[in-house]
């Protein structure tokens, strides 16, 4: 009965993967920058411009 001995990873196999990760990283953020468009940006300024001045005005009261 031969022994099983694990396999690991070695450095070279690591830095593989983290430039992998790294790139598909990239890529999915560029993917999700060009998604969202000029007119839902705008949105998301005016929510949160609207959530800040609530805020504000509930931290005066």
Known sequence: MAAIEP????KAD???LETRIVDRIG????RILRD????DRWM???VLAVA?????VLRYF
């Open 7 to 10: 396999d690991f990873a070695t």
């Open 14 to 16: 690591l830095a593989q």
């Open 27 to 30: 890529q999915m953020e560029s």
């Open 36 to 39: 969202i468009s000029r007119r």
């Open 44 to 46: 998301m300024g005016i």
């Open 52 to 56: 800040a001045l609530a805020v504000g």
